[in-house]
């Protein structure tokens, strides 16, 4: 991986932007920001960040996220120097913001997932990380930059929650080592998980709870999944991370072999998130065109919920997972 043309870039680009996906979640959202005050830190220079879904509350803590602005807000037609993609696994991910993408005069990927396929002009994906923050602490230190505290705090956001606090099978050693030299530096575990997970509102909780309690299980209850519908998020006035931590929680039940989560974005729109113990869901998400990792994957299906979880269940069936 040659980390001297990012440095090299960064260096002579006059207006940098930073784009996260859809949908943030601690890993885009702690990886944009902590590259954010990385560049400011090491580069003196202050990059834009996209964002193409509001920030999450629980995620309002990071620093410098007050700076990041929705996809809406931009002009369209301006053409910045470099554009960065943090946790974006595929082009098409990019929706609305793709057009400041292709205007943009270099792209750079930094990614963590088995899927992506490598769009950028410069492309830093691992695999085998266990998050883009992993990626980009690394990729920190190969440059050589200072990692402040701030910019800790944000790696070490998004390594906690792409490893289910450090639950998954995604926790390796690496992750571990990066982990003890973010808390070295001053980051304090203890905060950062009240944050992440303590910080949810009553309404939050009973409207989980409400998805749970609808769950369908089928196949002797090897699969689960539920469907979140637009109008219960208004009946319990949650915001667009209401599901956040959902298909792990069907997941984590002793029978279930794959979980599932059919979310509405439109009356024929549907995003899928999926979880399995041992079965590559990834495969299922990219026949869809999404994808992800072996263990968690997602995709968008264009149909009302009730047919995309059917057409799910279908493909589980035909390739016997």
């Known amino acids: 991986m040659d980390c001297q043309q990012l440095d090299d870039i960064i260096k002579s680009s006059k207006n940098i932007l930073i784009i996260s996906h859809l949908n943030p ?3 885009t959202l702690g990886s944009m920001c902590g590259l954010y005050s990385a560049i400011s830190d ?7 960040m996209l964002l193409m879904s509001k920030l999450p509350n629980i995620y309002s803590f990071l620093p410098y996220s007050s700076a990041a602005k929705h996809v809406s807000e931009y002009d369209k037609s301006r053409e910045y120097d470099l554009v960065i993609n943090v946790d974006v696994a595929a082009f098409n991910r990019m929706f609305e913001s793709e057009i400041l993408f292709t205007k943009a005069k270099t792209t750079v990927n930094i ?7 490598g769009y950028a002009d410069l ?3 691992e695999p085998d990380a266990s998050s883009t923050g992993e990626v980009l ?13 701030n910019t800790a705090i944000c790696l070490y956001t998004a390594i ?42 009553k309404e939050h909780v009973q409207f989980q709870a409400h998805c749970i309690s609808n769950a369908v299980f089928t196949d002797d209850n090897k699969i689960a999944y539920t469907i979140v519908y637009k109008k219960d998020m208004e009946r319990f006035n949650v915001g667009e991370d209401c599901t956040e931590g959902l298909t792990e929680k069907l997941r984590a039940i002793k029978s279930v072999e794959v979980a599932f989560l059919v979310k509405q974005l439109s009356p024929a729109l549907s995003k899928i998130s999926m979880r399995s113990e041992a079965a590559d869901v990834s495969k299922i998400c990219e026949i869809f065109d999404g994808g992800g990792h072996k263990l968690a994957a997602g995709c968008l299906i264009k149909s009302n919920v009730e047919t995309a ?5 279908d493909e589980i069936i035909k390739l016997g997972l």
């Not at 090491?42 to 834009?48: I, L, S, T, V």
């Not at 690496?174 to 998980?193: C, F, H, N, Q, T």
């Not at 979880?309 to 269940?313: F, L, R, V, Y």
């Open 25 to 27: 979640d601690g890993d």
């Open 160 to 201: 906690l929650t792409d490893t289910g606090s450090f639950r998954f099978s995604n926790t390796t050693q690496r992750a571990m080592s990066s982990v003890a030299e973010l808390i070295e530096i001053g980051v304090k575990p203890d905060e950062i998980y009240k944050y992440c997970y303590e910080s949810n509102t």
């Open 137 to 149: 602490y690394y990729l920190m230190k190969n440059l050589g930059w200072k990692i402040s505290l």
């Open 123 to 125: 492309n830093y994906v």
């Open 309 to 313: 979880a059917k057409k799910i269940i």
């Open 111 to 117: 990614d963590h997932h088995v899927t992506n396929t």
């Open 42 to 48: 090491n580069y003196k220079k202050k990059a834009d």
